[in-house]
Structure formats: C-alpha cells, structure tokens
T-cell receptor, first 115, second 112 residues
C-alpha cells in the first residue's frame, strides 16, 4: 500500500542534542512538507520541498534543517538551536500542487520530547 | 493576514446524536477549503474539499457546507459513532499563496 512512513513514533532528546526525524513516501509525490503541531494551535509549516534537491523555509524554520536528496525521502533535523522543540511533528506529501488544492497526505507523526 | 478560526474548541456528544462544527476564515483570494479528521496521535486524513462554487458536500455521515460570501464553513456529523472521536481541522488555501492556513481544530468526544 502507498503511504508515508515517519520514524521514530516517539523520541526523547536531551537539551543540546540534534535529532533527525525520518520521512519516507512511496506515493510518487513531488512535494513534501514538515509541519509542527502544538496543543491549541493550527499546524505550522517548517520546511517544504517541491522537487528533489530543492527546499524552502516555512513559517518556523529557525532551529530546523532538511535535505531532499531523493524523491522518496525528506528527513528533518531538529537542532540544538531550536528553543522549544517538544512537539508533534507531521510529514506530508502532495502531487505538486498541494498548497493550492490543499490535499496533503500525512504520515502518522513523530512525537519529540526534550528532557 | 490569512486566518482560520474554528469553534467550538471541543465538544462532547452522546453516541447517535448529531453535531456541527464551525470554521470562519479570512483567506483571500479563496481557492478551496478542506476538512481533515485527525485521530489522537495520528496524522490528519482529508474528509471533504469545498470549492468556491460548492455549497454542500457529503462523505457518508459527514456533510460540509460552505458560504463563500460570509467566509464560513460547517461540518455536520450525523448519528455520531464512537469512532468519530477525533480532532477536526479546517484548512483553507488561497490562489496566490503557496501556504495553507490551518485552524486549531475542534476536538470531538463521542460517549456511549
């Protein structure tokens, strides 16, 4: 079955450590996204990529980094520069025009907790 | 600034009852509006999409309405089931902005 796989599901990090969240899709979608979800707030865009080897900052990119070396993969690194990284992270993909028609396909999410 | 406001923030209903969720937006120029369902600890899944010319669209027991003039949408859940317990998120897209606007969601709890 086609879909988006995020790993790990749960992750604990000590302050000062970098962590990388994995996102893989087999939907053959061109565009991929990373969102952050906090209680009581709408999803906020961290980074997005419309094509391999290209990505753009979203609204809250500070303290995060990404790469898009393969069409299927869009890993997110949460660096020590991110002041409040505890959150639920969602990876999504779309058929290229997801931002226009709004149809995103989401992974199951990764919950990061900073100890 | 494009914004999406959802109400209520949360609600509790008894199994078998109906409920209606509201979404008000200021996104312009409007492209479309989607309702997503997000189960606890899972990723959101699209329920319906509404374009400018559509007033009502159904997906099983879910019925979405759109009033583009007043910039309001609603999601009506009929004969609720325990599996309807989830967060429902309103997402609006604009033609000239490559970013989606997300509401904070309404958390629905269905009790037996």
């Amino acid at each position: 079955d086609g879909g988006i796989t995020q790993s790990p599901k749960y992750l604990f990090r000590k302050e000062g450590q970098n962590v990388t969240l994995s996102c893989e899709q087999n939907l053959n979608h061109d565009a991929m996204y990373w969102y952050r979800q906090d209680p009581g707030q709408g999803l906020r865009l961290i980074y997005y990529s419309q094509i391999v080897n290209d990505f753009q900052k979203g609204d809250i990119a500070e303290g995060y980094s990404v790469s898009r070396e393969k069409k299927e993969s869009f890993p997110l690194t949460v660096t020590s520069a991110q002041k409040n990284p505890t959150a639920f992270y969602l990876c999504a993909s779309s058929r290229g025009q997801g931002m226009i028609d709004g149809e995103l396909f989401f992974g199951e999410g990764s919950r990061l907790t900073v100890l | 600034k494009n914004q999406v406001e959802q109400s209520p923030q949360s609600l509790i209903i008894l199994e078998g009852k109906n409920c209606t969720l509201q979404c008000n937006y200021t996104v312009s120029p409007f492209s479309n509006l989607r309702w997503y369902k997000q189960d606890t600890g899972r990723g959101p899944v699209s329920l319906t999409i509404m374009t400018f010319s559509e007033n009502t669209k159904s997906n099983g027991r879910y019925t979405a309405t759109l009033d583009a003039d007043t910039k309001q949408s609603s999601l009506h859940i009929t004969a609720s089931q325990l599996s309807d317990s989830a967060s429902y998120i309103c997402v609006v897209s604009a033609w000239d902005d490559y970013k989606l606007s997300f509401g904070a969601g309404t958390t629905v709890t269905v009790r037996a």
